[in-house]
């Protein structure tokens, strides 16, 4: 946490780095390494768009895989849950590549294929909340094995519902609305076929 707020403060001329090419600078090694290769899945790259050269595409992947890890600790700011997820898991040692790699191309193949490539753009861009969540939801119920009904109808009440909408609108880092959002994904996609 202090080498990331010695290199922020650093950061101050020229182009800043981004928060994610800070902590690629710092907490550089496998599990950034896996990040950067799973940034090019096909499916991913279809549901995110092009890549982002401030590394944004990275970061929601790590977001992903921290709230879903670790949902149960999280406290804001987002940015440093994200800094100690990936220094914590640097070398993979708490979550392996095989296991991470099923976890997140598993569910984006998924999401792709029954929700299509603007799943995670309810408007116009990629809305992080939604990613998360949505994201969240399905892993969690691609746990129990797999889905084979359309999850057009759960997905669609998701967005109508007024607690999940404010939970990807507003102040979505709060601790509350990151588990009100976390929590009615999850809800939504248990019992599917």
Same mark, same amino acid.
């Not at 949505?134 to 691609?142: N, T």
């Not at 997905?155 to 607690?163: C, H, K, T, W």
């Given at each position: 946490?202090?080498?990331?707020?010695? @290199? %922020?403060?650093?950061? +101050?001329? &020229?182009?800043?780095?981004? =928060?994610?090419?800070?902590?690629?600078?710092?907490?550089?090694?496998? @599990?950034?390494?896996?990040? %950067?290769?799973? #940034?090019?899945?096909?499916?991913?790259? %279809?549901?995110?768009?092009? +890549?982002?050269?401030?590394?944004?595409?990275?970061?929601?992947?790590?977001?992903?895989?921290?709230?879903?890890?670790?949902?149960?600790?999280?406290?804001?700011?987002?940015? %440093?849950?994200? #800094?100690?997820?990936?220094?914590?898991?640097?070398?993979?040692? *708490?979550?392996?590549?095989?296991? *991470?790699? &099923?976890?997140?191309?598993?569910?984006? &193949?998924?999401?792709?294929?029954?929700?299509?490539?603007?799943?995670?753009? =309810?408007?116009?861009? !990629?809305?992080?909340?939604?990613?998360?969540?949505?994201?969240?939801? *399905?892993?969690?119920?691609?746990?129990?094995?797999?889905?084979?009904?359309?999850?057009?109808?759960?997905?669609?009440?998701?967005?109508?519902?007024?607690?999940?909408?404010?939970?990807?609108?507003?102040?979505?880092?709060?601790?509350?609305? !990151?588990?009100?959002?976390? &929590?009615?994904? *999850?809800?939504?996609?248990?019992?599917?076929?």
């Amino acid at each position: 946490s202090s080498q990331f707020a010695i @290199f %922020e403060r650093l950061n +101050t001329t &020229s182009t800043s780095l981004s =928060p994610q090419e800070i902590r690629a600078a710092i907490y550089g090694g496998e @599990f950034n390494s896996l990040l %950067e290769d799973l #940034n090019t899945n096909a499916d991913w790259r %279809e549901l995110f768009g092009k +890549t982002n050269p401030r590394k944004r595409d990275q970061e929601l992947i790590l977001r992903f895989l921290a709230l879903h890890y670790g949902i149960a600790a999280y406290r804001p700011p987002m940015k %440093e849950f994200l #800094n100690d997820f990936m220094r914590r898991n640097r070398y993979l040692q *708490i979550y392996p590549e095989a296991e *991470i790699r &099923s976890l997140f191309e598993g569910t984006m &193949s998924l999401i792709l294929e029954k929700l299509g490539s603007k799943a995670f753009k =309810p408007q116009r861009a !990629v809305n992080a909340a939604l990613l998360d969540s949505l994201s969240i939801g *399905i892993a969690g119920r691609l746990d129990k094995g797999s889905i084979c009904s359309d999850l057009r109808r759960e997905y669609e009440g998701l967005l109508n519902d007024e607690s999940f909408r404010i939970a990807i609108y507003a102040g979505t880092a709060q601790s509350d609305n !990151v588990r009100t959002r976390v &929590s009615l994904a *999850i809800d939504a996609f248990a019992d599917v076929e």
